[in-house]
C-alpha cells in the first residue's frame, strides 16, 4: 500500500544554517505530495505541495521537488530561523482523497 | 475567515462515559475527515466522509463512531471511551475528492481518558 517515510528526529540547527528533511514514498501510480507544518499548540498547516513529477512547490523560503526517479519529496530550506521551529509533515494524497503522512520530523533551531 | 472549528480544545473523562467532539467547516466543503496524532506514528486517519449522509473508515476506526447529516458539520463520538483512544485529534476538510487538493486543518482536540 502507499506509505510516507520521513527522516527521524529531532533534528537541531543553529539560525541560518541549511535544512534538509528527506522523504521518501511508496505509491501506485503519481500522487501529490505535500509538505505540512505544525506549531507548538496548532493545527497543521499546508506549507507547499507538488503535484507532478519535476514539480517544485515553494513557500515561505522552503522548497521541495517532485523526484519521480527516486520517489522523494526533500524539504530544503537554505538559511532557517528561530520561527520555523515546529514538527514537518510530509504526506502524499491517497486515492480516497486522504492524506498519508510520514511519522513528523521535529525541527529546533537555537539562536 | 475560513477555518475549521473543533470543540472541545481539551477534554479529561473516564472510562466509559459517552463523549462527542464536535466539528465545523465555514468552507463548504464537501470532504471532511478526522485524524489522531499519536507519538511516533504520525496522523492517522479515523473516518472520512466525501459528502452529505456519506462516510467510510479510515484506517483506525475501531472505536469511533461519525455522522455527516449537514455539509458542515462532522462531530466524532466515542460511544464508550478506552484509555487507549487518549491522542491528539484533528479534524480536517478539503474541497471535492481529489487527492490534489490540500486539507485545511482545526487546531485539535487532546483528549485524556482515564
Known amino acids: 500500500g502507499n506509505s510516507v517515510t520521513q527522516m527521524e528526529g529531532p533534528v537541531t540547527l543553529s539560525e541560518e544554517a541549511f535544512l534538509t528533511i528527506n522523504c521518501t514514498y511508496t505509491?501506485?501510480?503519481?500522487?501529490?505530495l505535500f509538505w505540512y507544518v505544525q506549531y507548538p499548540g496548532e493545527g497543521l498547516q499546508l506549507l507547499l505541495k507538488?503535484?507532478?513529477?519535476?514539480d517544485k512547490g515553494s513557500n515561505k523560503g522552503f522548497e521541495a521537488t517532485y523526484r519521480k526517479e527516486t520517489t522523494s519529496f526533500h524539504l530544503e530550506k537554505g538559511s532557517v530561523q528561530v520561527s520555523d521551529s515546529a514538527v514537518y509533515f510530509c504526506?502524499?494524497?491517497?486515492?480516497?482523497?486522504?492524506?498519508?503522512f510520514g511519522k513528523g520530523t521535529k525541527l529546533s533551531v537555537k539562536p | 475567515e475560513a477555518q475549521v472549528t473543533q470543540n472541545p480544545r481539551y477534554l479529561i473523562t473516564v472510562t466509559g462515559k459517552k463523549l462527542t467532539v464536535t466539528c465545523s467547516q465555514n468552507?463548504?466543503?464537501?470532504?471532511m475527515s478526522w485524524y489522531r496524532q499519536d507519538p511516533g506514528l504520525g496522523l492517522r486517519q479515523i473516518y472520512y466522509?466525501?459528502?452529505?449522509?456519506?462516510?467510510d473508515k479510515g484506517d483506525v476506526p475501531e472505536g469511533y463512531k461519525v455522522s455527516r447529516k449537514e455539509k458542515r458539520n462532522f462531530p466524532l463520538i466515542l460511544e464508550s471511551p478506552s484509555p487507549n483512544q487518549t491522542s491528539l485529534y484533528f479534524c480536517?476538510?478539503?474541497?471535492?475528492?481529489?487527492?490534489?487538493?490540500?486539507?485545511?486543518f482545526g487546531d485539535g482536540t487532546r483528549l485524556s481518558i482515564l
Open positions: 480536517a476538510s478539503k474541497s471535492g475528492t481529489v487527492s490534489n487538493q490540500p486539507q485545511h
Open positions: 507538488a503535484t507532478k513529477a519535476d
Open positions: 468552507m463548504n466543503h464537501e470532504y
Open positions: 504526506a502524499l494524497g491517497g486515492s480516497q482523497g486522504n492524506l498519508i
Open positions: 466522509s466525501m459528502n452529505v449522509e456519506v462516510t
Open positions: 505509491a501506485t501510480g503519481y500522487p501529490s
